[in-house]
T-cell receptor, first 114, second 112 residues
Framework: DGGITQSPKYLFRKEGQNVTLSCEQNLNHDAMYWYRQDPGQGLRLIYYSQIVNDFQKGDIAEGYSVSREKKESFPLTVTSAQKNPTAFYLC?????????????FGDGTRLSIL | GENVEQHPSTLSVQEGDSAVIKCTYSDSASNYFPWYKQELGKGPQLIIDIRSNVGEKKDQRIAVTLNKTAKHFSLHITETQPEDSAVYFCASRRAAGNKLTFGGGTRVLVKP
């Protein structure tokens, strides 16, 4: 079955550490996205990528970095510069070439500070 | 930039009753409006969407209406069941891009 796989499901970070969240999709989608979700709130866009080797900042990119070396993969690094990293992180993908298509989401990674 | 407001933030209904969630958007260039359902510990799942050339769309017990003039759209769930309990998000997207702007979410509780 096609879908989006996020790993790990739970992640713990010590102060001053960088951590990388994995997102892989086998839907052959061109575009991929990272969102942050805080308790009781909506989704906020961190970074997005429309095509391989290209990505743009979203609304809350500070303290995060991404890469898009392969179409299927869009890893997110939460750096030590992100002072409040505890949140639920969601990855999504879509295929703009087919017009106005919806975004499909993975099941998220919950990041906590130790 | 686009702003999407969603109301109410929580909604409790009796099983079998209807539930209505309303969203208002600010960008008149927005032309695509999806609704997502998120269950605990999971990612959001698309349940229905509507494009700006359509005023209403139905899928079994779920319907969405769009008023472009007033810039608001609503989700209607009829004959609610306990499995409809979840958090629902509305979103909007401009024609020229793929970025979604999400509302703050509505936690729906269907009481048996």
């Amino acid at each position: 079955d096609g879908g989006i796989t996020q790993s790990p499901k739970y992640l713990f970070r010590k102060e001053g550490q960088n951590v990388t969240l994995s997102c892989e999709q086998n839907l052959n989608h061109d575009a991929m996205y990272w969102y942050r979700q805080d308790p009781g709130q909506g989704l906020r866009l961190i970074y997005y990528s429309q095509i391989v080797n290209d990505f743009q900042k979203g609304d809350i990119a500070e303290g995060y970095s991404v890469s898009r070396e392969k179409k299927e993969s869009f890893p997110l690094t939460v750096t030590s510069a992100q002072k409040n990293p505890t949140a639920f992180y969601l990855c999504a993908s879509s295929t703009p070439r087919q017009g106005n298509q919806p975004q499909h989401f993975g099941d998220g990674t919950r990041l906590s500070i130790l | 930039g686009e702003n999407v407001e969603q109301h109410p933030s929580t909604l409790s209904v009796q099983e079998g009753d209807s539930a209505v969630i309303k969203c208002t958007y600010s960008d008149s260039a927005s032309n695509y409006f999806p609704w997502y359902k998120q269950e605990l510990g999971k990612g959001p799942q698309l349940i229905i969407d509507i494009r700006s050339n359509v005023g209403e769309k139905k899928d079994q017990r779920i319907a969405v209406t769009l008023n472009k003039t007033a810039k608001h759209f609503s989700l209607h769930i009829t004959e609610t069941q306990p499995e409809d309990s979840a958090v629902y998000f509305c979103a909007s997207r401009r024609a020229a891009g793929n970025k979604l702007t999400f509302g703050g979410g509505t936690r729906v509780l269907v009481k048996p």
